[in-house]
């Protein structure tokens, strides 16, 4: 562990940045938690620091890495995507590829290893946008563990689609219904079930937040993100990117591939926050650009908070980033200058979406198009010389009811319910042309004009009422 | 709301705790003492001060009031409706100390349980400056281990407040003993693995972390998690020097006003005093 700060991009003592872990970065991090789970934290510290040193568990990991999710998962160059980037050479690590359909698989089968290396015979996780908590119940199912997902009410509604999943892995999937009733609430209810039940459960926590030692192992079980990244950059550029940059929610996808480069200085590591409908409103979910540090869920991070210490509710158009708070480590390498952090919008999220869907051939999560949207501004400063690595963390298949809302791509009266809207398109076949960027698009209510995402005045009452129930 | 049966509690000199104090007055009277928690705020500020003082009427020893908090970890559903109608009445930290000059005025030791972000926000040493002014006890922390706490073992002794840490079945013999040295007026040992909330029977741990907690060093220890009736204070009074009531009183407030708070808290006293 490391308590030190750093300093010209090392440590205090001379260690590289990457060799922080926990349970302190800086100022950031700790356990504020409930004496009742110390013992709990204190195993599970243990059990993964022998496990992470054991060949054994290693070899296991890798085994069902490879067999199982897919790994590595390749690096795809979109030219035509970055076209509207300023030349500069985009390359996407393909992590949406992963079975599951995102990065959290790569956290969720070590935990289960461990699970099972730990005695326990339940997990239980909390989700917002679903992916987490699918990964979860797959892995559960694999493994034979009882599972429990807690997932706020608000966002049950808003990925129906997974929680279809989770069911049908066998997961219990409970429904939040207190505070904002997103995921912020579904980790408080995740805990308290924690408390009462630790000696039979591992809590699964899905992403780099939380007290030790969860930042630090989560980030561990990403690491492979970065590993593999930095060497298939080498491999096709000869040399390293200049930008990082990936979404900011918890922040394990995005720990995951900037660790890997936390000691390559010339090398920007750039983490975009889900500024919802702009910072300036307070409709967001940027807790590095619009909070201040506090204490919520275990750990000492910045965070969205009022005068009191409330926490405030978050607002993003994606329930994956829709958390008050962020990662310590995130913190840290926020407040020392390593990495930087910046908000997108709803609607530069939303653009970047649809640029991608539409001139490569990939839609992704909501998530990862903040991302994109961040590797659009970056590449037109970098301009052709450039290279940007985007951490593309999940697929947009969960994402498609409030793509359609959004873009009003079915009828209104079609899209009352989320299965209508799946069975409007399943119907009519709606919208399968080729709308390329700068083509004319059909005419049609609510289209957009899209070519090269932007937020600008009228955005928004251009969009009307098409917005999801975000 | 009755007179007092118990004196009011002699102030504590400076550098003794006047939680403590409370605890070996009902010790000399041969039983238990009483902890009575409320939230400030529940079902507004105005009643929930009233309250807290009928029930230091009816002889609680110590009174709890809590600090309304967005999100509660250790509480169950009882007390998180309580403290979200307390938030979205408006509640504000001023406010419990506001409630904490008025129910000390009743001479009973008065404890703030609070979340750690609230006391972080403000400020940890001006919150003990302003609750010591306001003739608060101390703060019982149930997100705050002592591990995490060098500002507020630092404040609380600048300011000669009482520090409440908890222990739970799951806490090793060193913690046990880590946390019995860092407390001061008293150890609260919970019950149970959950949250608060009453519930049939007290957990049968519950006897033996007392034990433990005394044997690790421990002067004074309380047990809360799960007391709702004078059956289980009774029960419980008889090995631990305090006996800790919350979600019941809680849903005496919610379902009954002020009265029906006063008659629990009269039937959990008769409970702890044999």
Redesign the interface.
């Known amino acids: 562990m490391s308590t030190s700060t750093p300093s010209r991009g090392r440590l205090a003592d001379g260690l590289p940045l990457s060799s922080a872990a926990g349970p302190y970065f800086g100022e950031f991090g700790g356990r504020f938690v409930p004496e009742a789970l110390v013992a709990a934290l204190d195993e599970l510290d243990a059990a993964f620091t022998t496990a992470w040193a054991d060949p054994a568990y290693r070899a296991e990991l890798a085994e069902l890495e490879r067999t199982y999710t897919g790994r590595p998962s390749i690096l795809t160059e979109v030219p035509r995507f970055a076209a509207h980037a300023g030349g500069a050479r985009v390359l996407l690590k393909r992590e949406d590829l992963n079975h599951t359909g995102s990065h959290k698989i790569n956290n969720v089968l070590g935990q289960a290893l461990l699970t099972k290396r730990m005695g326990k015979t339940r997990v239980i996780a909390e989700t917002g946008a679903g992916q987490h908590g699918v990964a979860t119940a797959t892995a559960a199912a694999l493994m034979d563990l009882e599972c429990v997902v807690y997932m706020g009410e608000e966002d049950t509604r808003r990925q129906a689609l997974n929680v279809a999943r989770m069911r049908l892995l066998g997961a219990e999937v409970v429904p939040v219904t207190t505070g904002s009733r997103t995921l912020k609430d579904a980790i408080n209810e995740a805990m308290r079930d924690w408390v009462a039940n630790v000696e039979s459960t591992h809590y699964l926590l899905g992403t780099v937040a939380g007290p030790h030692p969860f930042p630090t192992m989560v980030r561990e079980l990403h690491r492979v993100i970065g590993v593999e990244a930095r060497a298939q950059v080498l491999d096709l550029v000869g040399r390293l990117p200049d930008v990082v940059a990936a979404c900011v929610g918890g922040g394990s996808n995005a720990m995951g591939i900037f660790h890997a480069f936390l000691d390559d200085e010339g090398v920007r590591l750039l983490g975009l926050e889900a500024g919802g409908d702009g910072v300036e409103t307070g409709r967001h979910a940027a807790s590095i650009t619009g909070g201040a540090p506090g204490v919520l869920h275990g750990t000492r991070s910045y965070l969205l908070q009022d005068e009191d210490g409330q926490t405030v509710e978050s607002h993003s158009i994606s329930a994956g980033l829709d958390y008050p708070s962020v990662g310590p480590e995130h913190a840290w390498l926020a407040a020392t200058g390593r990495a930087e952090y910046r908000p997108v919008t709803d609607d530069q999220a939303m653009q970047a979406m649809r640029l991608l869907s539409r001139t490569e051939g990939i839609i992704p999560a909501i998530e990862s198009a903040h991302a994109l949207a961040g590797a659009l501004e970056e590449g037109r400063r970098l301009g052709p010389d450039g290279v940007v690595l985007v951490n593309l963390s999940g697929r947009g298949d969960k994402d498609v009811d409030t793509a359609a809302r959004w873009f009003e791509l079915v009828d209104a009266g079609d899209m009352v319910e989320a299965e209508d809207v799946r069975t409007a398109r399943a119907d009519e076949g709606v919208h399968d042309g080729p709308d390329l960027p700068g083509s004319a698009a059909p005419a049609g209510p609510g289209r957009r004009d899209e070519g090269v995402p932007a937020s600008g005045p009228g955005s928004r009452a251009d969009r009307g009422d098409a917005q999801g129930p975000a | 709301m009755s007179a007092p049966t118990v004196p009011p509690a002699v102030p504590a000199a400076a550098g003794t705790s006047r939680t403590a104090a409370a605890l070996d007055a009902a010790r000399a009277r041969g039983g238990a003492a009483l902890v009575g928690y409320l939230p400030v705020g529940f079902p507004d500020v105005a009643t929930s001060v009233e309250a807290a003082r009928a029930m230091v009427g009816e002889g609680v020893d110590v009174v709890e009031l809590g600090l309304p908090?967005?999100?509660?970890?250790?509480d169950?559903p009882t007390i998180?409706a309580a403290a979200?109608t307390a938030?979205d009445r408006g509640t504000?930290?001023r406010d419990v100390l506001a409630a904490v000059e008025q129910v000390a005025a009743t001479g009973a030791a008065v404890l703030v349980m609070t979340y750690?972000?609230?006391?972080?926000?403000?400020g940890v040493d001006a919150w003990s400056r302003d609750l010591a002014a306001a003739g608060g006890a101390g703060l019982i922390t149930?997100?705050?281990?002592p591990?995490?706490g060098a500002d507020w073992l630092e404040a609380s002794a600048a300011h000669d407040l009482d520090r409440v840490?908890?222990?739970?079945?799951?806490?090793?013999p060193a913690?046990l003993a880590s946390?019995a040295a860092a407390c001061r007026g008293f150890v609260y040992a919970?019950s149970t693995?959950?949250?608060t909330g009453a519930r049939a029977s007290v957990g049968p741990a519950a006897e033996q972390l007392v034990a433990d907690t005394r044997g690790a060093g421990a002067e004074r220890v309380c047990v809360g998690l799960g007391v709702s009736t004078p059956a289980q204070a009774a029960e419980v009074g008889a090995y631990a020097d305090g006996v800790i009531v919350g979600s019941a009183l809680v849903r005496a407030l919610g379902d009954g006003g002020v009265p029906a708070v006063a008659r629990l808290a009269a039937d959990l006293v008769q409970g702890v005093r044999p």
């Open positions: 908090y967005s999100d509660p970890v250790m169950g998180q979200q938030l504000r930290p750690w972000n609230p006391v972080v926000r403000y149930p997100d705050l281990v591990d995490e840490f908890l222990v739970a079945p799951s806490s090793s913690r946390t919970a693995m959950g949250v």
